[in-house]
């Protein structure tokens, strides 16, 4: 499949957070109530269309288990968006936000695109972070915030989509080097010739004209 | 930490390879110090630090040849050719020799070598440590200790046309080296020490790293087509994959690796058991330090089989299993179970779902997986988890009958799970009627409006549910505008009508309903519904009646349709006006109004619709009290009476207007039917002595019986009526309608008419009789003249002579010459053959022939006529004097018998007839 863009995302959080299960909400649609454990760093794509042109979204889904983090800590290089995701039902995993942040803002480049998503608002009942909260922390660090729920697949879509927008205006804005693959993002087989040979000279400022 | 790692199952049968010929454990390697082993093509081969190299066969019988001086040091089966390529070392100190060796060819016992190649990388001698053929037989990677990767191109299998190129320099040993080819490019992984790279040998040697780790020899893998082809290395945190454009997914498997073997979507990983597990390193037989042998199933994510064995060599999959081979020279079988063991172990700890995942990966038939949904279900449920379960259940829609299903549930009351699954049920299209009668019955229960909303009125959607039990269900349980919707969608005419009449009561919309329908559905339904909308809405409906009755179109019917856009004449549609009669029972005011427009666009109407609307006037102008309406109603029902078109019968009108006692009517149509008797008698009965003066002058001509009718009338009457019976008797004078006997016996009934009435009447009449006997007698008095005046002609001839004395003869006129013919009867001469020549027959006289003719014609008429009995009694009645027309025959010998008598003469002399 030809795409305009690739953009590469790490999915990051607590261990149980419901990581794998967005990322098979939003590639399959579908939600498994009993999910293995991640051992590792899995994998998932899809294409999703942006202002008419055709995006691949290449996700990669960590393990949240902390004897991981090493293993998962070598994928963030690359990456031009992060989800980061706490489960809204347990507090630790919202206090961990911090570590998980540091974190990825310190292995990843730093215009790294990070969406905060409180997983699981299908269980309002049993509810320990307020939707507030969530915000505030956004607000406080620069991220997106969104509550979402990969049962119901409420918001699934929105976070991932929300995210590559993000990511495409700061490409069009021109705060991206998207020659350099280090920054996750690749441009489609089809369009690269041409952008190339235009980009030689280029600085980033115009870049954003030479996709279109 | 020890959850971190996949579910363990045991899905090998380890099995210790036997001898065949001794039926003991395979030992015929005992002594061998093996360097390599490869397998392909049904063998394992195995290569020795002697210079040997050993084959097993599938029947394990060992074979060996001696392949080099010193020692065999890599070895590679290839997949698709019957090719072995060795490298090994015949002299100490030289660089290695790559041999290639056909298997086919067998020479002396030992396969031919086609191809001997020395291993230099430049000009620096150093020992091969990586190795790798592409399956094209086009290219051979060579890898050394220093770093060095070297390719050879050209047919492997010869040394002509082979060329070589450095395609690689690192700094750290060569540990591995895969070929990949992606469409056109073939690339070379290589792998060192301390990174991993590609070389894309199709595209000018174009180098990319992917990491900055490398790998040990021997931990490194290619999967097969199920992963995509992915370089799989082995570290000891985890096992990473690789693409040519980058890393790829990691699986933390911790521990250090010694070997990774691709087995048909399986990972085996051979480890170092992990100091972190539980268990101290044990050491095997001999002192041998034990292994672990893990095989992973990637795509579904468990550990397929694990366990320890003592220092393994090397693992060779071939022929369906695995092979390991250990250290203290034992050969190990792993077979790997059949997939129906594989689920009954899961099923067994109700690990359904990957089961099912499994069955999917291993190509299981549908069957075997509505198999395991259904357990799963069953589980589920057992479980308590119906939610789940319906879920599986859904799944084996179309295999596993419903009803064991729907029982289930429907015992469990858990409608919500029942109405998902019979949702499913309709939308893989096997719902049978039952199936949709309970769905809805289900949604009804729910009060789910929206659902049922959903299922019913979704447009543009494939019908998956029998439309007429939708229907009826959503009826019964007071769903009406869903039924209506649906009936509406589908057409179901009846259906639609029935509800919007008898449940919802919205005449109107029926109505208009009705009026988009095509003619014969608006036809048959308005017939079966018109009462009631009738009695409801009587304005539309008669509105309708009329379109539907004159020209009738669809109401959202185009005007002019294809029909009449391709220049056909569009078949003109109309009902039968008197077939909705009965619809306007209770309601004749809009009947009449129909039966007007009717009768006014359409005049030839059946004669029911005439009748009915003149028995609906009659009705409405008896029952009108005020005059003036009055008068214009009948003027409205003479009208219509009139109406040359008007198709009604007249009997029944007749009827009709005595029964309203329409008098204008009834006089029309007495008229009209010719019954002048009839309207005399009318008047008489209601003592109208001028109408009956009137209606005798308007209709004497046509029967004049009528005067004397209106003269016993008026003779009857006690009152003073002489002026009428003055004209009447003077109209039955004029035209001798009765004899003055008779006059006089019907006046004499009349106890006031006085002589003076009728003295001039008599006078006169007295006086014509006088005169007519007169004329008579004048006129027998002539005839018996003439009869004595025949008799006396006619005696003469008879007896006394005839004297032809004529001179001339009576046709040429000239003189009479003989031969001659004389005739008595005037007498007549002729010349012979003037009378030849003009007579017809010898017997008559030509000159009185056609006055004799003619007589006899008149007697011979008479005679016929005689016996035409029909026409004499015709004659008889229409007659003045019927006395007369007896006289006339009696006179033409109607009692006579044979009269005619022919009195022949002789030839020649004279012919002639008596007469009377």
Known sequence: MSYAYLFKYIIIGDTGVGKSCLLLQFTDKRFQPVHDLTIGVEFGARMITIDGKQIKLQIWDTAGQESFRSITRSYYRGAAGALLVYDITRRDTFNHLTTWLEDARQHSNSNMVIMLIGNKSDLEARREVKKEEGEAFAREHGLIFMETSAKTAANVEEAFINTAKEIYQKIQDGVFDINNEANGIKIGPQHSPANQSLNVGGSGGNQGGNCC | MAFLQWRRFNFFDKEAVKNPATDQVFDLLKDVNVSACTSGRGQLVVGDFEGNLYFINRQMELTAFRAYEIRVTHLTQLKQHNLLISIGEDEQGINPLIKVWNLDKMERGSPTCTRLTRAIPGNKPTPVSAFAVHDNLNFMAVGFENGIVLLFKGDVTRERHSKSRNVFEGTKRVTGLVFKTMGKDVILYVVTENSLHTVNITAKDAHMKLDDTGANPGCIVMTDASQDNQLVIGRPDAVYFYQPDGRGPCLAFEGIKLQLHWFRGYLIVVGKESKAMPRAPVLGPHGMEMNTVTVYDIQNKFIAYSAPYPEVIDVMCESGSIFIFTGDRKLYQLQEKDTQSKLEMLFKKNNYSLAISLAKSQQLDQDGLIDIFTQYGDHLYGKGDHDGAIDQYIKTIGKLEASYVIRKFLDAQRIHNLTKYLQALHKSQIATEEHTTLLLNCYTKLKDVSKLDEFIMTKNREVDFDVETAINVCRQSGYCKHALALAEKHEKHEHYLKIQLEDIKDYQKALAYIGKLEFEPAESNLKQYGKILMSQVPNETTELLKRLCTDYRPNDKPLIDQVSLDGGIGKIQKAQAEEFIHIFVNNAGKLTEFLEHMIEVQPASSNLVYNTLLELYLHDMVHEKVISARVERERKTLELLKNPDANYDIDQALILCQMNNFKAGILYLYEKAHLYQQILRYHMEHNEYVHVIESCKKFGQQDPQLWVQALSYFACKEENCKSQLMETLTHIDKKNLLPPLMVIQILAHNSTATLSVVKDYIVRRLQMENDQIAEDERLIKQYKEDTEKKRIKIEDLKTSAKVFQASKCNICSHALE???????????????????????????????????????????????????????????????????????????????????????????????????
């Not at chain 2, 017997?843 to 007697?859: L, Q, Y």
Request: glycine letters at 6%; proline letters at 5%; charged letters at 25%.
């Open chain 2, 818 to 916: 003989l031969p001659s013919v004389h005739f008595l009867c005037e007498p007549h001469s002729f010349h012979q053959h003037c009378f030849e020549s003009y007579s017809e027959n010898d017997m008559e006289c030509p000159v009185c022939a056609p006055e004799n003719r003619k007589i006899m014609d008149i007697i011979r008429a008479q005679e016929q006529s005689r016996d035409f009995h029909e026409f004499f009694h015709n004659q008889l009645e229409r007659a003045p004097d019927g006395f007369s027309v007896v006289a006339d025959y009696f006179g033409r010998g109607v009692f006579n018998k044979v009269t005619l008598i022919t009195d022949q003469t002789g030839k020649g002399v004279s012919g002639t007839s008596t007469y009377r």
